[in-house]
Every structure is written in structure tokens, then in C-alpha cells.
């Protein structure tokens, strides 16, 4: 929940931004990275929950998982996370269950509708900001 109100309150901040400085595109990247890690960490839990959800990743089995397996199972969901924000889709780990499929098409769609407004954005402000006054 609190990367989720990070990246909604950030986000708000940018779009309300007059001006392109430094702070902007901090801004927009730390969301852009937030958003990836959000995602790897709901991937993350959905596989705990419903083991197995995805293929070219170990079933986590209670009890038997060590702390060292289940870091390499974060970092992997958090791999996939952000090869999907990117729309990269590299196809080593794929989804298998529908909520799986479900949380994979939602990332994507977000990662490419976040760039387009975000570019968007900026060229607007960009545009307003070398316009001469009337």
C-alpha cells in the first residue's frame, strides 16, 4: 500500500508540474521504478499464494524454502516485473494462471500508457514554456 500511495501521490505532483527541471525527471523515474517494483512484489505474493502461477520459476514450497531461494525468487519476479513494464517480453518466465495473466496485462498496459502521458506531459510544458507571451 505504500508504494502504491507513493506512486499516486508522485504522480499527481508531476502532472501538476508547470515546468521541466531536474526534479521532474526524478520524479518520473522513481515512479517508472516504483511502479516496476510494486508489480514484482504483487507477482511475488500472488505465487506464495497460488504456488505455481508462473513457469521458468520453482514452486516456492512452505517449509522447505530457504532464505536464499526465496531472495532468488524476488529478485526473479522483480526481473519479470520490469520486463514487462517495458514491454520486453523476453519469454523466459511466463504467467500460467488467469490472475497471473491478468496482473502481466495490467502492468503492460500501464508501462506504455505511463510513457505516452508522461512524454506527453513534457512536451506540453516544454511547448507552453517557449511560447512568447500575448
Known amino acids: ?3 502504491l500511495l507513493t506512486i ?11 515546468h521541466v527541471d531536474t526534479n521532474l525527471l526524478f520524479g518520473v523515474a522513481t515512479v517508472y521504478i516504483l511502479a ?18 508462473f513457469t521458468g520459476i520453482p514452486p516456492m514450497v512452505l517449509g522447505t524454502r530457504n ?7 524476488q529478485f526473479n519476479f522483480l526481473y ?3 520486463c514487462t513494464l517495458s514491454t ?15 496482473l502481466t496485462v495490467v502492468e503492460a498496459v500501464f508501462g506504455q500508457l505511463y ?3 508522461i512524454v506527453a506531459k513534457m512536451v506540453s510544458v516544454c511547448k507552453s514554456s517557449y511560447l512568447p507571451r500575448a
Open 80 to 82: 519479470y516485473s520490469f
Open 115 to 117: 510513457v505516452a502521458t
Open 8 to 18: 499516486v501521490l508522485l504522480t499527481k505532483r508531476i502532472l501538476l508540474k508547470k
Open 1 to 3: 500500500l505504500f508504494l
Open 36 to 53: 516496476g517494483i510494486l508489480f514484482g512484489k504483487l507477482f511475488y505474493l500472488q505465487d506464495f499464494v497460488l504456488p505455481e502461477s
Open 88 to 102: 520486453l517480453g523476453l519469454g523466459d518466465i511466463a504467467p500460467k494462471h488467469h490472475l497471473a495473466r491478468t
Open 67 to 73: 532464505m536464499a531461494a526465496a531472495t532468488e525468487n
